[in-house]
């Protein structure tokens, strides 16, 4: 079972920057997968970012360009630098953790709200 706890966030205005950060626990192998998706009032959640354990990268169109995502393996650490934030990023940004490439079990956090508004 693995736990996702996630920091950060909060309020910013139009062209700003945040970041968030999460830390998984509860297990002592390697994550696969670790990825930030978000969800906004009335809309299904949606990818934002994903990193393999290997580094490979992969990002939502509409966020592609902004936002820079980043894992610390050893540590099963996860964060995400979002840049030029505008205020359809607003949203509960949520971590993300598939432990195993040939299994799609997936691990959610408990999300953190992300407000961007003047």
């Known amino acids: 079972q693995v736990q996702l706890v996630e920091s950060g966030g909060g309020l910013v205005q139009p062209g700003g920057s945040l970041s968030v950060s999460c830390q998984a626990s509860?297990?002592?192998?390697?994550?696969?997968?670790m990825g930030w998706y978000r969800q906004a009032p009335g809309k299904q959640r949606e990818m934002v970012a994903t990193?393999?354990?290997?580094?490979?990268?992969d990002y939502g169109p509409s966020v592609e360009g902004r936002f820079t995502v980043a894992r610390h393996n050893a540590r099963k650490t996860i964060s995400l630098q979002m840049n030029d934030l505008k205020p359809e990023d607003t949203a509960v940004y949520y971590c993300s953790a598939r432990p195993l490439f040939n299994s799609p079990r997936r691990y959610w956090g408990q999300g953190t709200q992300v407000t961007v508004s003047s």
């Open positions: 509860g297990t002592d192998s390697s994550i696969y997968l």
């Open positions: 990193v393999t354990s290997g580094g490979t990268t």
